[in-house]
């Protein structure tokens, strides 16, 4: 946790950026270290090579004195997650204020990472229990040509960056309240979500809750003119109970198998997606405060194209055509209906609770064979087991639950526990009428398990071999090539990990943290003994104690915490990865 290094005074710093003025862009090295000013401390970590690469890696410190946080606001670890989001965000709009191009390439640029609309553990702003506050962010040193600018620097370092971390990092730069209520919505959160298994809920929307968002690339909640606020039916209707806010009542989706049914564009995918993203909290103001589902769900969708390595399908996909087995099933091009079987296995390895789908990003033949289909195509030429056959044995023999968002196919009414239908963006609960047009409609259907699920799953321990991601690691080289593009894409040595159908990926700050912790395995946890899921609880614990900064150069400003299941989707996606 935040301490800083030894520093030396800043009017140091002034001399030696006195001295290069002028010179070379090397020369700005010599500010490398930790750096005294009044009631703060500036560390510069890392200098760029040239005024147009990335911009150099900067950090303050600021004492409990001069933030002045009040005790109250950092009782517990998600106040305090609250507060450094509310305090990132803050840093990270100054900082774009005061950005102004001085000289060449990227000179005078000030970025921190903005958190989203997630509250997220982040390594941008993080606070000790006794209230220092540690900012991480870059700094564009300025320059012309390649020549430094002393004076621009100095004035930069000593006097912009300071008047911001003095505006955005201490208590009295907000209004009263604000920081409370970015505590206690975020520590409500937390205890909403914890309430859910006692009461034997997958997850909980609250009355007055805003799903939709502005636009698919907007995250924004839609304007509250526009927005039809959440009301929980009835017959769903739960209070649970919140340390700040009292009680809180709304719909409580019970385990089991739950539908969401409606016609088109009456709002069921929002209601999916909004469940999606309630494994995370939320920022006050989002709409979605008080939307938390179980933190191991996860989002299943058809992803036709991607690698699969190892994996046994043959609950859902048994022999395939050519006598091709499928307990251990690779190929470097999924279909639809092969990629989803593959995602739910992959995520029952490493321990999902619920399974949340979308018929919108489901592969049809994975999800239904019709009683028509049936009698057409007899069961030795087909190899799917659809999802509809497998639903409730997931939660009788496993404990799994799903939320299936399903518009179109009524054979599914025989499988559902529980039935919202979406209606004007209204939910209903039509569990009660599904039965009955389930017992007046019979499909003629007939079940199509061929063997138990948890027999079909057995055996199926998969242990990733190091040279996973040793071949991928270009060879030769200092360190590896590692990027991140946006959320949904890691540059992993010569390898690329595409990552846009894992939707529970919500910042690129987890991207970045993900595929560090690739690193991370490949150098210290994948040892081929250790199963998929061992490398991924070990991964895990590893950040649990030595937290963020066992990832990357050990003071990134933008890293955020991730799930198991995501981490455990990059290394399935990874191309190289191999398995004994
Ligand atoms: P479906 O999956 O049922 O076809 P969607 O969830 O995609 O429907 O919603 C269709 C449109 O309605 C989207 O543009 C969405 O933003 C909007 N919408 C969804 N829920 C609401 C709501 N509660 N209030 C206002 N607009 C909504
Ligand atoms: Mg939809």
Redesign the pocket.
Known sequence: MPTPPPHQPASRLRQILEKVDGRGYKAYNDIRGAWGLDHLTLVVDHVQGDPFAAPSRVRVFLTPEAARLPAHLLQSPPRTRGVAARLARAFAARAAQASRSMGSGRSGEIRMEAPGQEVLETTAVRITKDGEVEARFRVGLPARGRRILGKGCAELLLATVPELAWNSLRAEAFDAGDLLLHAETNEDADALRDELSGAGLVAFVADGAI???RSGVDDRP?SSS?????HSPDELRVTLPTPNGGPVTGMGIPEGVTLIV??????????LRALERGVYNHRPGDGRERVVTNPDAVKIRAEDGRNVSSVNISPFIGTLPGGRDTRSFSTPEASGSTSQAAAIVEGLEVGASALLMDE?TSATNFMIRDRRMQVLVPREGEPITPFIDRVRDLHAELGVSSIL?I?GSGDYLDVADTVIA?RD?QATDVTSRAREVARAHPTGRLPESPRPLREALAGARRVPLPESLESAASRGKRRMRLKVRGEDAITFGSEEIDLGAVDQLVSRCQTRAISEALLLAGRRVVDGTRSMSEVVDEVMAILEREGLDALGHGHDGDLARFRRHELAGALNRLRTLRSG
């Open positions: 799903l939709p968002r839609l526009q927005a039809v606020p959440f409606g016609g088109g564009f009456h709002g069921k995918s929002t209601l919108d968002v518009g979406m963006y």
